[in-house]
């Protein structure tokens, strides 16, 4: 991320001064603060994250903690829940300590975090973060009624996010084994760890310092995931930094590669020195793992562009004639902001040409769980929203095989068949609704399911297609297929014919504007 003045950042490293005397952010305490998962699924009781941050150079102690609990989905009296005599001591770059706050109904609610700290035998009260300006804000969560709707031989996985092995000067994320357990909490079946490859090249005690491996720093994350739990699924994935086609610096995810990536081009540690180290290609050459353009079309400032090299993605940086192509674009980049219209048009595009890429949901989530404190003006201000939440936005990818005979499903998720899932066509992305296709000789099928948690009925659930003109042509543009469907309730199947259309693919809304699209059917003929 940039640290210009005037362009967006998205996370509070109130410490880093640019080498300066002053700043208005600067204080003598480690970063503190609470965080939680945004959902609870059925079965899981809430807890919530104390977080604290430089204490090896702010040692410390967090006494106790306060909740206060309101719910917003009906009229009840506040809540407050007390956590006394902690004595959780702080004194390494970074800590996570749980506190289970207790059962919830399922509900909406609105918690208050009240923290008591000591250091240097002063005791100071922060309500939910000592972040230097910047008015609390509450967690807001949600303890769903009922499952999450997935059909069946599919896993649900965030694409894209960041473990604290991104660590810089105004970046940081979440443990491995916070980012699993808040995975379990929210209904996740994998993980794709997206950490920076300059980040893996730096040090954490000094991030301008190189580290003597990127690969061995690498190889530690890997061996954390292989200490932990086996499920939810942790994968130990990239995000390079690689050159386009015009020598900017771009960035792709790769899934679970095999070895370390090396694309250091804008780490921002050089200055003015930030050509991409590698170009797309070369990279897509050194890696069987299935990679993705990550954030194609992100909208950035003219500084960032200048200073960093920063661009965006093009047609010929999709390497599409390789032996190894870039398989899917990452335009859903946890909010449906002018990036995500930008690339959903991208692949659009793409699909007319006759190139099937997925579409890939992530949310860019730097361990934040349930909002994104943001730097707003550097040495200034910091800022607030909820725009970047770990798991909100979902890949749900077909993996499984339906055993004939039997009439079940086959397959684990596991590594290697989600990566073989993601060289087939079947996936959606969402927020919540489940939407799917099955493919049928002549027909596609899909299936739309909500729930009263994510508002029940669908506003819509619209099916696009591209028509074969006479010759073999495709249309230029899609339509909406009459199928469609305008207030449908919250559980749908549409069939569509296939004869006539190239492919066909499908998009809703819920009546609380959750949403879900799907990747596009190649029709049979």
């Not at 760890?193 to 690498?218: G, M, Q």
Request: proline share 6%.
């Amino acid at each position: 991320m940039s640290i210009l003045p005037g362009e967006k950042l998205r996370y509070a490293e109130t410490h880093f001064k640019f080498r300066l005397p002053w700043s208005l952010l600067y204080r003598p305490w480690p970063e503190i603060f609470t965080d939680a998962p945004f959902q609870f699924v059925p079965g899981k009781t809430p807890l919530l994250w104390i977080v604290v941050r430089d204490a090896h150079r702010f040692p410390a102690a967090i006494k106790s903690l306060e909740i206060s609990i309101r719910r917003l989905d009906e009229n009840s009296p506040d809540e407050t829940r007390h956590f006394d005599h902690l004595d959780l001591k702080a004194d390494q770059p970074f800590h996570f300590f749980p506190v289970g706050i207790g059962a919830l109904d399922p509900g909406l609610y609105e918690i208050f975090p009240k923290v008591v700290a000591y250091r240097n035998g002063k005791e100071r009260t922060f309500q939910r973060w000592n972040f230097p300006g910047l008015k609390p804000s509450p967690l807001k969560i949600q303890v769903l009624r009922h499952e999450l709707p997935k059909p069946e031989g599919y896993a649900a996985g965030e694409m894209h996010c960041h473990t604290y092995y991104s660590a810089d000067h105004v970046e940081y994320g979440a443990s491995p084994a916070v980012m699993q357990q808040a995975a379990e909490s929210i209904g996740l079946d994998f993980v794709n760890f997206t950490d920076h490859a300059y980040d893996f090249a730096f040090t954490v005690e000094d991030y301008t310092k190189e580290a003597p491996s990127a690969s061995a720093r690498f190889q530690n994350l890997k061996d954390e995931i292989a200490a932990l739990p086996a499920k939810p699924l942790l994968i130990a994935g990239e995000e390079i930094s690689a050159g386009n086609s015009k020598g900017e610096n771009v960035h792709m995810t790769a899934f679970g590669p095999s070895a370390y990536l090396p694309g250091l081009g804008d780490c921002g540690r050089y200055w003015l020195n930030n050509r991409p180290t590698l170009p797309i290609g070369r990279i897509l050459e050194m890696t069987d793992a299935p990679c993705f353009a990550a954030h194609p079309l992100q909208q950035m400032g003219a500084l960032e562009k200048f200073i960093f090299r920063r661009g965006y993605w093009k047609t010929a940086d999709l390497h599409l004639d390789a032996k190894h192509p870039v398989r899917g674009i990452q335009f859903w980049n946890g909010i449906r902001d002018e990036g995500f219209k930008l690339g959903r048009t991208w692949w659009i595009d793409e699909l007319g040409k006759g190139n099937f890429l997925l579409p890939i949901g992530g949310n860019d989530a730097h361990g934040a769980l349930n909002d994104t404190t943001f730097v707003r003006l550097p040495l200034f201000s910091l800022g607030n929203n909820r725009h970047h939440v770990f798991g909100r936005v979902r890949t749900v990818i077909k993996f499984g095989i339906r055993n004939s005979e039997f009439g079940v499903m086959e397959g684990e998720t596991t590594p290697e068949a989600l990566k073989r899932a993601f060289s087939g066509d079947n996936c959606y992305i969402t927020d919540g609704p489940a939407l799917w296709w099955d493919r049928e000789v002549d027909a596609v099928i899909f299936h739309a399911q909500s729930t009263q948690d994510l508002g029940g009925g669908f506003r819509y659930i619209r099916i696009y297609g591209r028509r074969i003109l006479a010759g073999g042509k495709w249309t230029t543009k899609e339509e909406i297929c009459p199928e469609s469907l305008v207030a449908a309730s919250q559980n749908e199947t549409i069939t569509v014919h296939s004869s006539g259309y190239a492919y066909l693919r499908a998009e809703c809304e819920t009546a609380t504007g959750r949403f879900a699209m799907t990747s596009a059917a190649l029709c049979e003929h």
